[in-house]
């Protein structure tokens, strides 16, 4: 009796350590996981900061300016901000994809850093989807004054018109027949509804990328954040799927778990908005 009491004993000890290895090992392997996925996006976050500057183009009159930040790519072409939306970044190619849409055909335009032979300096290649490659050249990294100028040309109003006549901003052409309440596109990022215009106010709700919104250009108003730049903000009416301040994840972005029972109306950064659509792979 003794003898099976203790085999038995014997095999449950030998059961308990063997689960407890193979607890570790997943626990390992989801941690390892974890770092590997955290340390891909800091290297893409990194090659975007990278390529962000004041660029001379070989073949273009005018500066290139190049801006990323808050999850969102921004390209001025001297006094003209393209339609860009961010596509794929290869930190290990060191290249990011582009698209927009050039004489009505969506493009993907290449940007990839080009190195000198010693590989302490480099220039940046954008490759068109015909083939077509430009060179831009260092000029300077984004300065204060860079990014007022940004904020005042993405607002910047078209020529006068009669009072009667709502202004339109320049960027974003509004037909005649839609002056006032309109719909716009959230991009490629989920974007904080807020209680009132400026990235200080409190977050009501998060809309997930993609969704469609109904805008107020009439609100717009310029407002002067804590860094000292001048962003424009409106309201919006939102109808949908929506996540909770509390839920967002910062690595898989908005999960909607909520509808909402009725429109929710708040503020959003009107330059981080589009007119139409963006193209879906």
Avoid at 18 to 24: D, H, I, Q, T
Wanted: net charge negative; charged share 20%; hydrophobic share 35%.
């Amino acid at each position: 009796m003794n003898k099976a009491l203790n085999r038995t004993l014997r095999l449950a000890v030998a059961a308990a350590m063997a689960a407890s290895l193979l607890a570790g090992c997943d626990k390992a392997n989801n941690s390892s996981a974890v770092s590997s996925s955290a340390t891909v996006q800091d290297a893409k976050v990194a090659l975007l900061k990278e390529i962000s500057g004041v660029w001379s183009s070989s073949s273009v009159a005018g500066l290139t300016t190049i801006q990323y930040a808050d999850n969102r790519l921004q390209i001025l072409q001297g006094d003209t901000p393209l339609a860009v939306t961010l596509g794929d970044v290869d930190p290990s190619e060191e290249t990011v994809n582009v698209n927009t849409v050039v004489n009505g055909k969506e493009e993907i335009l290449t940007l990839r850093k080009k190195w000198n032979a010693d590989h302490t300096a480099y220039n940046l290649t954008m490759t068109g989807s015909d083939g077509q490659q430009d060179t831009l050249g260092f000029v300077r990294r984004i300065s204060n004054d860079d990014l007022n100028r940004i904020s005042r040309l993405s607002v910047a109003r078209a020529p006068a018109v009669a009072p009667s006549q709502p202004v339109e901003p320049a960027s974003i052409p509004v037909a005649s027949s839609d002056r006032g309440i309109i719909d716009m596109w959230l991009g490629g990022i989920d974007m904080n509804l807020r209680s009132c215009p400026g990235s200080t106010c409190s977050a009501v709700l998060i809309v997930p990328k993609d969704s469609k919104v109904s805008v107020d250009t009439s609100t717009i108003r310029n407002v002067t954040e804590s860094s000292g730049t001048n962003t424009p903000w409106v309201r919006v009416t939102y109808e949908g799927a929506f996540c909770t301040p509390a839920e967002m994840d910062q690595q898989t972005g908005c999960a909607p778990s909520h509808e909402t029972e009725a429109p929710a109306t708040g503020w959003m950064n009107y330059t981080r908005l589009m007119a139409a659509p963006r193209p879906q792979q």
